[in-house]
């Protein structure tokens, strides 16, 4: 058996075709779903791109494999799913965005400062313990950029990497020299100076000026391709993991993707215009600067109707570009002769609140289309559901090496999903635990900021360590997470303390476990 991971950046479960949410046609992700697994009520481990990859790799919470915020690397002897099929002789191969190291943006290089300035315990422990003083990572944009980049055997369990690193669509890796060969240098040609047109109110949306058949997202589809081809002729098992930087923001699809959708179009989120008078103070004043898009382009801010709508409809664009260059995948593995016998999961690394209580795209908020992310696993004759079940981006490792009869991460934390597949019960587990940890804060919360979320089936209790800041919803009642509970029903707010207890504890006391175990 063999296993084909696919993993899109910052996708909201809700953004997929067959959820009937938004306008957006994702035919060839809608069949995987109805001939597979559906996991509704999945969550990332953290809602951050680099601790919840490294999640998705060791099956451990970010606190435990210590890649707990953007710009620290992931310790390279760590045991990974990849790493235990690679010792099994399986094939292991990574086509696209990794980001287990940094990328070298210059919002990643000041992280990386403010880790070790505020927390020098964990910058000992993630950087200087196994890289020494002087780290320069593999995935650095402009190492690539400058010439090809051949990454080390056994990267984290791949010894076949053909990398694309960033957003949008001026990234760099190993794409860039495939790119150069075809005529085009993505450094000049891509980014928002180069674009066919842009739109006035932020400067994340705009037409790219690569054509589709040379985007990077055309890249990840021709590799796996390639690579797919190459497997059905020797026979070997495989592992391809194949993973697109997209939707992440920037959201700059090719033109025939950009003007698949008019902004005009675009509904807005029932929950766009809440008065936000439960919830917390910092909040509060990000709604209050409605149309300001942050200076830091990752961070959380409020966009204007108009703002949302046109970052949606370049958004959607950029989705069904994914889900073709998905088709195109799910073709090879069909008409390979590959099918019965390859398991495939598609997942995303964390969603994007995305308009929903008026704000945009992540970082110290837990909102529900934040923190949950789509989880579908088909193929190999293993049927198909739909589960409410709460799952974790944690299960991920656990699930696919027993589904394949490979021997168990010793330090994984999460839970194989094969109980639920064979027909369990979907209430195998009470709470869900989601962690985030950033150096920085913000103006009325001051960092480091260290935020930790339990999920239920009655509730969502969200508490910011070192302050009084909770956000307690009881979702039986209040299912869009509209009034924060937390200050005015203790009886909840009691047994939200009592499973968040329950859980933290679960984590810490598994991390004895041997830590680069394998």
Same mark, same amino acid.
């Given at each position: 058996m063999s296993i084909v991971v696919i993993v899109a950046d910052q996708l909201r479960d809700s953004h997929l075709g067959f959820r009937r949410m938004v306008p957006v046609r994702t035919p060839h992700i809608d069949r995987l779903a109805e001939s597979g697994h559906v996991f509704d009520r999945a969550y990332a481990a953290n809602p951050i791109c680099m601790p919840n990859r490294a999640t998705i790799m060791t099956g451990m919470w970010p606190s435990a494999h210590g890649l707990r915020t953007n710009g620290l690397p992931l310790d390279p002897r760590i045991g990974t799913f990849a790493r235990v099929l690679r010792s099994r002789g399986w094939r292991t191969a990574a086509v696209g965005k990794l980001h287990l +190291?940094? *990328?070298?943006? !210059?919002?990643e290089d000041y992280q990386l400062d403010q880790i070790r300035a505020a927390m020098p315990a964990l910058w000992e422990r993630a950087v200087a313990g196994p890289f020494g003083e002087h780290f320069e990572s593999w995935e650095a944009f402009e190492r690539h950029a400058e010439g090809e980049l051949v990454l080390p055997p056994d990267y984290?369990?791949?010894d076949d990497v053909a990398l694309v690193v960033g957003h949008g669509d001026r990234v760099s890796g190993n794409y860039v020299k495939w790119a150069r060969a075809r005529g085009i240098d993505p450094r000049t040609v891509g980014g928002h100076e180069a674009a066919r047109s842009t739109y006035a109110g932020w400067n994340h949306v705009w037409e790219s000026s690569i054509p589709a058949e040379l985007h990077a997202t055309s890249y990840i589809a021709e590799e796996s391709v390639t690579r797919l081809q190459d497997y059905a002729r020797t026979g070997e098992e495989f592992l391809l993991f194949v993973s697109f930087p997209d939707p992440h923001h920037p959201f700059a699809p090719p033109s025939e993707y950009f003007h698949r959708h008019s902004p005009a179009d675009m509904p807005l989120p029932v929950t766009f215009d809440d008065d936000h008078a439960s919830s917390p103070d910092y909040i509060q004043q990000i709604v &209050? =600067? =409605?149309? $300001?898009?942050?200076?830091?382009?990752? *961070?959380?801010? $409020? !966009?204007? @109707?108009? +703002?949302? =709508?046109? &970052? #949606? &409809? &370049?958004? #959607?664009? @950029?989705?069904e570009f994914i889900d073709d260059a998905v088709g195109r995948i799910m073709s090879a593995i069909d008409g390979l002769g590959l099918a019965e016998d390859t398991l495939v999961l598609f997942t995303a690394d964390h969603g994007d609140v995305f308009g929903d209580h008026g704000l945009m795209l992540k970082h110290f908020t837990h909102y529900d289309p934040v923190i949950r992310v789509p989880l579908i696993l088909g193929g190999a004759g293993i049927g198909s559901g739909s589960h409410r079940a709460l799952a974790s981006s944690a299960d991920i490792a656990p699930t696919l090496l027993d589904l394949v009869g490979a021997p168990a991460l010793a330090a994984a934390q999460g839970r194989s999903l094969r109980p639920l597949l064979e027909g369990g019960s979907d209430s195998w587990r009470r709470a869900v635990l989601v962690e985030e940890d950033q150096p920085y804060g913000l103006e009325s919360l001051p960092g480091p900021v260290r935020l930790r979320t339990v999920v239920t089936d009655a509730l969502r209790y969200t508490r910011i360590s070192g302050t009084d800041v909770a956000e307690l919803y009881d979702l039986r009642a209040d299912r869009d997470e509209r009034v924060n509970v937390a200050a005015s029903d203790p009886d909840l707010r009691h047994e939200a303390d009592a499973v968040m207890v329950a859980e933290l504890m679960r984590v810490v006391d598994d991390s004895h476990v041997p830590f680069h175990a394998a």
């Open positions: +190291q940094p *990328m070298g943006y !210059p919002y984290y369990g791949f &209050a =600067r =409605r149309g $300001s898009p942050d200076i830091d382009p990752m *961070m959380l801010w $409020s !966009p204007t @109707a108009d +703002q949302y =709508r046109h &970052a #949606l &409809a &370049a958004e #959607l664009g @950029a989705i």
